[in-house]
């Protein structure tokens, strides 16, 4: 794997640096990074000459490929069938929205190239930690969905009683598509390397995702990035937001919460506290998230109705 990687484009900056390094000559610093620079160029012709034909390409008139039939509603156990449609609507926006798709697909991408790649070396047993690191990576990208969401937040500050379930929607679909996967990848890798990690990598699993669950909405709500509409943004790069603050501050909640079972160990206090920790996490943060949507949904829906955060805070100021 690793020869492969060096052999690769990814490789040739770090050959230049190591021929610097020992004194191979000019010519074997000098030719990986030619070489990366004409791959670079060439690339980029490549993408003007691609973009060039789509463009000069006629519109397609879209054609239903088979008629449209009511959709079946989702069916959640233990969720209410306002919970359920919000769901159902996140599952279709991280599929759908660009921006949403590029996180999505990081999100999922760097753990398991992780994987992959530690499973080739002598650290096979650190596998199972792929599981927490998979829920963390999963809250980065799940803590400004409301700015991603944009102006049609009017639609759920208009209907009576949506908030609630709005947000236990959002956390619902999060475990969808990040918790629990993140929990089950950590389950599997302990059972299939039976590592010594593998009890703490499971438990951080669990920990994590319940903080990302309730916490990633509240967060969404309190540190916005607001972009480019989402009605007017068609492709991912554009201005959909700067979430790198929001980023930052979820990063070591989430990843505290990760390494907590590992330092309590395996004691049954130990559990009770983790357990106790995530039902607190659980039940208290939800409501407050409902609290704060009811306070500053005006306001955030004005920011981003005019792309000023400036407002926000101002709105935030009032309130207080």
Not at 83 to 99: C, G, I, M, Y
Not at 124 to 139: D, I, M, N
Not at 290 to 304: F, I, S, W, Y
Request: aromatic share 6%.
């Amino acid at each position: 794997m690793i020869d492969v990687l060096a052999a690769l484009p990814t490789g040739w900056g770090y050959s230049a640096a190591l021929a610097a390094r020992d004194d191979a000559g000019t010519g074997a610093v000098l030719l990986p990074l030619a070489a990366l620079l004409t791959s670079g160029a060439l690339l980029h012709l490549c993408w003007i000459a691609l973009t060039a034909r789509a463009l000069r390409r006629p519109p397609h008139r879209a054609n239903a490929r088979r008629p449209a039939v009511p959709a079946r509603g989702l069916s959640l156990p233990f969720a209410t069938p306002q919970v359920a449609a919000v769901v159902s609507r996140e599952l279709v926006t991280w599929l759908r929205d660009p921006a949403r798709g590029v996180e999505l697909r990081s999100a999922w991408l760097t753990p398991l190239l992780m994987a992959l790649i530690i499973a080739f070396t002598d650290w096979s047993w650190a596998l199972p930690l792929v599981g927490p690191a998979a829920a963390v990576f999963g809250a980065m990208v799940a803590i400004n969905t409301y700015a991603l969401d944009g102006t049609a937040l009017w639609q759920l500050l208009t209907t009576p009683g949506a908030l609630k379930a709005d947000v236990h929607g959002r956390m619902a679909a999060w475990a969808l598509l990040f918790g629990l996967p993140a929990i089950a990848l950590a389950a599997v890798l302990w059972a299939a390397t039976g590592s010594p990690l593998g009890g703490a990598a499971l438990g951080g699993a669990i920990t994590a995702a319940a903080a990302v669950c309730a916490g990633a909405p509240l967060l969404a709500l309190v540190m916005p990035a607001v972009g480019t509409d989402a009605r007017d943004r068609i492709y991912p790069g554009q201005r959909a937001g700067d979430p790198t603050g929001g980023q930052m501050t979820i990063f070591p909640v989430v990843l505290l919460a990760a390494i907590l079972p590992g330092v309590i160990g395996g004691s049954w206090w130990g559990n009770v506290l983790v357990a106790v920790l995530v039902a607190t996490v659980l039940g208290a943060t939800p409501a407050l998230t409902v609290r704060l949507l009811q306070r500053r949904g005006t306001g955030l829906l004005e920011a981003m109705t005019t792309g000023d955060t400036g407002l926000l805070r101002a709105a935030a100021r009032t309130k207080s």
